[in-house]
């Protein structure tokens, strides 16, 4: 009976014990679960919380800008080749021939290779550059067909001694009207160039009217000139003296002058309302600004 009641003993504490490890075991696997779960949550918490300020996050804010580290310096690189495919571009543009500048400060140059001439069908005593006149005439042949007829080529190209006795007649004309000589000369060159600073002399220009006579600064009123400034950068030409420009130019308006530029220089100064001048200064600011930008840039690197 004695071993009994000691097995009794034995056998309940085992099964106290064993009891107690199933409790603890169970309390311990129900209560570490969501110890886990929090830690997920917040683990996703801090992963989509854009306005986290843990270390994770800005650790991650900081890969970003490490690996973006690349980048700017591969978009310099592409900025630089950018910079001097500008600076080729403007100059090219520069160096056009049709983009000759000639004006009172700028005589012809005296280099200057006269370029292949033809007469114009309108008027074969009338000579131009080869590509201008191909140009004017087409957009004489529009104009027509627009209703603007009888038009003239009163002038194209003129040789240095042409200019001279242009320039000496219209002097004397403005004398035979009581102006003193300096006066003459000073209206003279209004709208005449001295020999050797003609547009004329380079081939590109024509002076277009319906009259034979020019002079009238209402022309530019009268439906074929209105159609010609709003129509002629098409084929390549600018209306050279415009109204509004004169401290530019050095001249009056001349709403007949039509100087040949090409088209997309003619188109882009048309939509910019720039003259020749403004134009040139655009493309040597373009190329100044570009060599600035590289030097930074390069400075940098
Ligand atoms: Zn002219």
Redesign the pocket.
């Known amino acids: 009976m004695g071993n009994q009641k000691n097995f009794n003993i034995i056998f309940s504490v085992i099964i106290g014990i064993v009891f107690l490890v199933c409790i603890s075991f169970f309390v311990v696997s129900f209560i570490l679960p969501i110890g886990d779960t929090s830690m997920d949550d917040n683990t996703i918490k801090n992963d989509y919380n854009p306005n986290g300020s843990n270390y994770s996050n800005d650790d991650n804010i900081n890969n970003i800008n490490n690996s973006a580290e690349i980048t700017p310096e591969n978009s310099d690189e592409s900025r630089i080749a950018e910079l001097e495919e500008k600076i080729r571009e403007n100059e090219i543009k520069l160096k056009d021939p049709y983009l000759i500048l000639v004006n009172k400060s700028n005589p012809m140059p005296e280099d200057y290779v006269m370029p292949q001439m033809v007469g114009l069908s309108l008027d074969s005593a009338r000579k131009m550059e080869i590509m201008a006149a191909s140009k004017l005439e087409l957009f004489l042949a529009k104009a027509k067909e627009e209703g603007h007829n009888v038009i003239y080529v009163?002038?194209a190209y003129r040789d240095k001694s042409t200019q001279q006795t242009n320039y000496d007649a219209k002097i004397s004309e403005y004398m035979g009207l009581g102006y003193s000589r300096e006066d003459a000369e000073k209206r003279t060159l209004e709208?005449?160039a001295p020999p050797g600073f003609?547009?004329?002399q380079t081939a590109l220009?024509?002076?277009v009217a319906q009259e034979k006579e020019?002079n009238s600064e209402k022309l530019a009123q009268t439906p074929f000139f209105i159609y010609a400034n709003e129509n002629i950068h098409k084929y390549g030409y600018i209306v050279?003296?415009q109204k509004g420009k004169e401290l530019v130019t050095g001249y009056s308006a001349?709403p007949?002058?039509?100087?040949y530029v090409g088209i997309e220089a003619a188109t882009y100064m048309h939509e910019k309302n720039l003259s020749l001048e403004e134009y040139i200064d655009h493309l040597n600011l373009n190329i100044t600004a570009a060599e600035q930008e590289l030097a930074t840039l390069k400075k940098k690197n």
């Open positions: 009163v002038s709208f005449i003609s547009e004329h220009v024509a002076d020019l050279r003296y001349e007949w002058h039509f100087r």
